[in-house]
């Protein structure tokens, strides 16, 4: 089993549309969780991070079931300007060492 | 604050030829990575370090050396090109304490011939 696992879609939605992305990991010492905005040809951003009893920024909803080792990102009223991949990334649950990223989805916001 | 950067931006390489990837961060932090990314792979780990003359290898290392002499710099070393390591280098960096996420560097696009 790969430790980060993503659908890679593409999902393709038309602007306002809600969409939702999954993301299981395999770790279950893994302590941080977060989600990624990589656009193209450009470096991955931090868009948000993920806590157990999940968190709102804006428009976009992070949800973490530890017990499952399941993580969604939600987005809501989606923008052209959402268009891009995202990675869900999660610590490998030891000190120091590397996170671990996901593939990525992509999603095409369309008007 | 420039946060995290790569030079160079842009490289084209010959079979054989080496070359030095400069990763520089001006926010103090520990923790250095060296990741490549291709097409359907994501990113993979390469090398990384938690301090000051420390390195670990990461998931694919082979072909690949790093340094870290000062805290604010790691370099990533080719001492033989390989057209399989054409591909985009990003570098990042993240603070020892808490569950912080990382910073990247733009990257630097890296073609073998």
Redesign the interface.
Known sequence: RKEVEQDPGPFNVPEGATVAFNCTYSNSAS??F?W?RQDCR?????LM?VYSSGNEDGRFTAQLNRASQYISLLIRDSKLSDSATY?C?V?SGQA????I????TTLSVSS | NAGVTQTPKFRVLKTGQSMTLLCAQDMNHE?M?W?RQDP????R?IH?S?GEGTTAK?EVPDGYNVSRLKKQNFLLGLESAAPSQTSVY?CASRI?TG?????????TRLTVV
């Open positions: 302590q941080s977060f990624y450009k470096e991955p951003k931090l991070s990675l990334v610590n120091g060492t590397a996170l990223f996901g593939k990525g | 923790y990575y990741y359907g792979m994501g990113l780990l990384y938690v990461g990003f020892r569950t912080y996420g990382y910073t990247f560097g733009s990257g």
